[in-house]
């Protein structure tokens, strides 16, 4: 619909996007059309034309007759209201190019050749982002429409294809949302204002783990809000740019960053046990009630992005067997799929710990309730068989109606349980 208070040039871009639109839904734009049917916008269909507003009327009318002068439309007055009121106004398709080249548009069978050429010109290497980039071009290649999934404003669109580059061309480093921006779209800002959620949507569809929140997603990408870093605590030994440096002092623990995790290298880790929990309360009160020999703590504060998953990778590629791997995490949808999501990118063998029926049924009373909307994804777990070792616990979470977050269970039972 047109908008109120335009200037008479706006005005005529205006009316010919609204014809040139249905142009394009028309049997003309494709060469099909047997019969020759006008193209027409009745001025019923313009927002304020009706309304009392003379000097809007008045606008538009200064700009229909110059395009009438043009040749590129005719003007259907209203029966005894000729240049008072029009009906209706008819595109010249004699001058449809000329129609285009005034509203500064471009036809869509141009405009869709110009962007199956952008979108082959990326040459993304990532997998989903060469996934994404094959369906926008089956569209236009085979059905001949713009692709659903792209924006079609100019600007937001190169945006995005410019986001689809930057994450090609930054490769598997993680990096903070805003620097991101900042690098390839000139503006820190303009990532989370304007391509975000679109973003997210893509890798929603196209990623390896299309379930996982918003920000999860986007830390598969690389591209996280705040830096993150690993919590440990155990018997590890390092090297970073050749420097040796012993971490087991640290009693109570100590983070390590993402970049740290990156560069170093495993020098020793003299354990038989490793254990992975959820929470940095429940990390925290571990650390503090001390270890038992031979036990190596690590806290992944949720979802393990990218790099996390690297270094838990190389840790058990280290140990290279003969030690035990553990998850203690929260008995609820999230927690599930974290170990899930764990056992199968980087260790295959994870056993869940304190995540079972008989620890549900001793402190539910400390669960808390749950809507109908999360009982429907608990129950889709069911359905997915890698996951039939929790299939009993989430039974009896579905019957008693609550989750159950790991915090509710004492620390010492972790260690009555792995002696």
């Known amino acids: 619909m047109i908008r109120e208070k335009w200037n008479d040039a706006m ?20 060469g099909e059309a047997r019969i020759r049917r006008r193209v027409t916008v009745k001025t019923s269909e313009l927002s304020g034309y009706h309304q009392r507003d003379i000097e809007y009327r008045k606008s538009l009318h200064r700009a229909a007759l110059h395009l009438e002068q043009a040749g590129v439309l005719a003007i259907e007055w209203v029966p005894g209201e000729t240049g008072n009121l029009i009906q209706a106004l ?3 398709l004699e001058k449809v190019a000329e129609a285009y080249r005034i509203a500064g548009e471009k036809p869509s069978a ?5 962007l199956g050429k952008r979108l082959a010109n990326l040459a993304l290497q990532l997998p989903w982002g060469r996934a994404f980039v094959q369906d926008c071009l089956k569209e236009i290649q085979e059905k001949q429409k713009y692709p659903a999934q792209l924006p079609r404003e100019p600007q937001k669109l190169d945006w995005l294809l410019r ?3 930057g994450l090609d061309d930054k490769g598997p480093e993680e990096m903070l949302e805003r620097i991101f921006s900042k690098r390839y779209l000139g503006n820190s800002k303009i990532f989370e204002q304007q391509v975000r959620r679109r973003l997210t949507g893509v890798l929603r569809r196209y990623g390896e783990e299309p379930t996982l929140e918003e920000e999860d997603l986007l830390a598969e990408a690389g591209l996280v809000r705040s830096s993150s870093e690993l919590l440990i605590c155990g018997p590890l030994k390092l090297t970073i740019q050749g420097k040796l440096a012993d971490l087991t002092p640290f009693a109570f623990g100590i983070g390590i960053g993402t970049d740290t995790l990156e560069s170093l290298e495993i020098a020793s880790c003299d354990c038989s046990t490793v254990v992975s929990v959820e929470n940095k309360a429940t990390f925290r009160e571990l650390a503090r009630a001390g270890l038992p020999a031979g036990v190596f703590l690590i806290c992944l504060g949720g979802f393990a992005g990218p790099v996390k998953r690297r270094f838990m990778g190389k840790l058990k590629h280290f140990l290279d067997g003969g030690v035990s791997c553990y998850h203690w995490g929260d008995m609820d949808y999230g927690g599930i799929r974290i ?8 260790i295959p063998d994870l056993q869940p710990l304190l995540m079972e029926a008989s620890i549900y049924r001793e402190f539910s009373h400390l669960g808390e309730e749950y809507d109908e909307t999360y009982r429907v994804k608990l129950q889709t777990l069911l359905l997915d068989d890698t996951l039939a070792i929790f299939h009993e616990l989430l039974g009896i979470m579905l019957q008693e109606g609550r989750t159950l977050e790991q915090e509710a269970v004492p620390v010492t039972r972790l260690w009555n349980r792995i002696g």
């Open 90 to 92: 008819h595109l010249t």
């Open 339 to 346: 170990f899930q999501h764990l056992r199968r990118t980087c």
């Open 11 to 30: 005005m005529e871009k205006e009316l010919l996007k609204l014809l040139l639109d249905k142009y394009e839904k028309s049997r003309h734009a494709t």
């Open 163 to 165: 986001v689809l580059a």
């Open 110 to 114: 141009d405009a869709r050749e110009d």
